[in-house]
């Protein structure tokens, strides 16, 4: 399949490392010009640095902004007034034993996870609307249906967007632009990788050692047995980014290597 995004702009979210960088790595790979965004000047400028030394030729300009209050949304949005393809990317999360989950953390998990993505798409999807054509999609992980005991409110935050997702879908039904999720399983990102690394280290075994006693144990329902990687996720952005993907929308795509063991 010969996926061109040609002539498109996009606007990834969260976007310099991890599963959003990969994702705006694969959308300038298709010919599409690309905002990375992060909240620090530094390393917004290296992601953009980074992406145009691995993709010669392409695209790609940075925007540094906090994307979890409205002032930071207004700011990319007057740098980037319009865009073809949204990608709601970014998110944080961390293991928190309910009863310590403040409310100061609540309020912050949905600002980061749900209002940056409200947000976005309430001013982008309405210029998109207006022409014909566009693409809307969020990361809404497995967590979103698939609830960890340790991390109750990342699971509640990204539920809201996989709903937010399919009733924005509905709200542009028969306008050219097409609303999806997507869902990725634990994915191998700078972030974790690190983690595991040093675990590694300290217990004297190889990062495959560590993969696989989790794999084994508390992510058995795994049909890979491995972490996914970001361009496995990228990959399935692409596409829904892609004219081949016109008839795909109000959809939650799972590319989580069979963790979910439902087929809806």
Same mark, same amino acid.
């Given at each position: 399949?010969?996926?061109?995004?040609?002539?498109?702009?996009?606007?990834?979210?969260?976007?310099? &490392?991890?599963?959003?960088?990969?994702?705006?790595?694969?959308?300038?790979?298709? +010919? $599409?010009?690309?905002?990375?965004?992060? %909240?620090?000047?530094?390393?917004?400028?290296?992601?953009?640095?980074?992406?145009?030394?691995?993709?010669?030729?392409?695209?790609?300009?940075?925007? $540094? $902004?906090? *994307?979890?209050? #409205? =002032?930071? =949304?207004?700011?990319?949005?007057?740098?980037?007034?319009?865009?073809?393809?949204?990608?709601?990317? *970014?998110?944080?999360?961390?293991?928190?034993?309910?009863? /310590?989950? &403040?409310?100061?953390?609540?309020?912050?998990?949905?600002?980061?996870?749900?209002?940056?993505?409200?947000?976005?798409? %309430?001013?982008?999807?309405?210029?998109?609307?207006?022409?014909?054509?566009?693409?809307?999609?969020?990361?809404?992980?497995?967590?979103?249906?698939?609830?960890?005991?340790?991390? =109750?409110?990342?699971?509640?935050?990204?539920?809201?967007?996989?709903? *937010?997702?399919?009733? *924005?879908? /509905?709200?542009?039904?028969?306008?050219?632009?097409?609303?999806?999720?997507?869902?990725?399983?634990?994915?191998?990102?700078? %972030?974790?990788? /690190?983690?595991?690394?040093?675990?590694?280290?300290?217990?004297?075994?190889?990062?495959?050692?560590? /993969?696989?006693?989790?794999?084994?144990?508390?992510? #058995?329902?795994?049909?890979?047995?491995?972490?996914?990687? &970001?361009?496995?996720?990228?990959?399935?952005?692409?596409?829904?980014?892609?004219?081949?993907?016109?008839?795909?929308?109000?959809?939650?795509?799972?590319?989580?290597? +069979?963790?979910? %063991?439902?087929?809806?």
């Amino acid at each position: 399949m010969d996926i061109k995004l040609n002539g498109k702009k996009a606007v990834i979210s969260g976007s310099t &490392t991890g599963i959003g960088f990969a994702i705006a790595k694969g959308l300038a790979k298709a +010919g $599409a010009s690309v905002l990375l965004n992060g %909240r620090f000047e530094e390393q917004v400028t290296e992601a953009v640095e980074r992406l145009k030394r691995e993709i010669p030729g392409a695209e790609a300009c940075g925007f $540094a $902004a906090d *994307l979890s209050s #409205s =002032v930071g =949304v207004n700011e990319l949005i007057n740098y980037w007034p319009e865009t073809d393809i949204l990608v709601n990317n *970014l998110g944080i999360f961390e293991p928190k034993e309910f009863f /310590e989950i &403040t409310d100061e953390d609540w309020e912050h998990y949905f600002q980061v996870n749900v209002m940056s993505a409200v947000r976005l798409s %309430r001013h982008y999807a309405k210029g998109m609307k207006e022409k014909g054509w566009g693409r809307v999609l969020f990361n809404g992980s497995v967590t979103g249906g698939f609830y960890l005991g340790e991390m =109750v409110h990342y699971g509640a935050a990204k539920a809201a967007v996989l709903g *937010l997702s399919r009733g *924005l879908a /509905e709200s542009l039904a028969k306008s050219g632009v097409t609303v999806n999720a997507f869902i990725p399983g634990p994915t191998k990102t700078e %972030r974790n990788s /690190e983690y595991f690394d040093h675990w590694a280290k300290e217990s004297g075994k190889s990062f495959q050692e560590i /993969e696989k006693g989790l794999f084994d144990k508390d992510l #058995s329902t795994s049909l890979l047995g491995r972490f996914i990687s &970001t361009e496995e996720v990228a990959n399935m952005v692409v596409f829904l980014a892609s004219e081949q993907a016109s008839a795909i929308t109000g959809a939650a795509l799972k590319v989580d290597g +069979g963790i979910v %063991r439902s087929l809806l």
